[in-house]
């Protein structure tokens, strides 16, 4: 998701103007019955806010590089196939999921590419094209992903372990 937003190299702070909104009350069917009129409330004056935000920052715990100066979309990208590939490395995961995250990222990042070479440095402060992530269809199988490759595997009832489907 990330990868698919624009960011913020440099704090931003706005100053919120005061609110000010009328306000009507409408009694219920039982208030109204007893009598009770909706109440008007021609002003009512918020507080003026002060809005900050920090600039984006990019922390890679995966491959212990902790914060990276100098990040762009393709980092998070990065980090997603990363995570994507130590858990389904080493652990069953739902194949249609993952092919899902494969695919939005594979398609994610032709995007940022586009975008990059056509926006050059003002690409980072743009959003994706389009939302690439499609949640699958159910479909009840499982297995590991190795090299970016979905692997289905099942477990073999009379070793009682995980096997690859051939």
């Not at 004056?45 to 100098?70: C, K, M, P, W, Y």
């Not at 994610?108 to 070479?117: A, F, I, K, T, V």
Request: charge should be positive; aromatic fraction near 12%.
């Amino acid at each position: 998701m990330m990868a698919s937003l624009p960011w913020r190299r440099a704090a931003e702070v706005k100053e919120k103007e005061e609110d000010v909104w009328v306000m009507y009350m409408d009694p219920s069917q039982e208030a109204a019955a007893a009598g009770h009129q909706r109440l008007f409330m021609p002003k009512i004056r918020g507080t003026a806010q002060r809005l900050s935000h920090s600039e984006n920052q990019f922390f890679d715990q995966i491959n212990n590089r902790g914060l990276v100066n100098n990040f762009s979309q393709f980092d998070y990208l990065q980090a997603a196939l990363d995570m994507l590939k130590l858990v389904a490395s080493t652990t069953l995961v739902h194949l249609p999921w993952a092919e899902a995250i494969l695919d939005a990222y594979r398609s994610l990042r032709g995007d940022r590419q586009s975008l990059y070479e056509h926006y050059t440095l003002g690409a980072r402060r743009l959003w994706a094209s389009q939302w690439f992530f499609k949640v699958p269809q159910y479909r009840n199988y499982v297995g590991r992903v190795e090299n970016g490759v979905p692997r289905e595997m099942r477990r073999n009832a009379s070793t009682d372990k995980w096997e690859y489907v051939p």
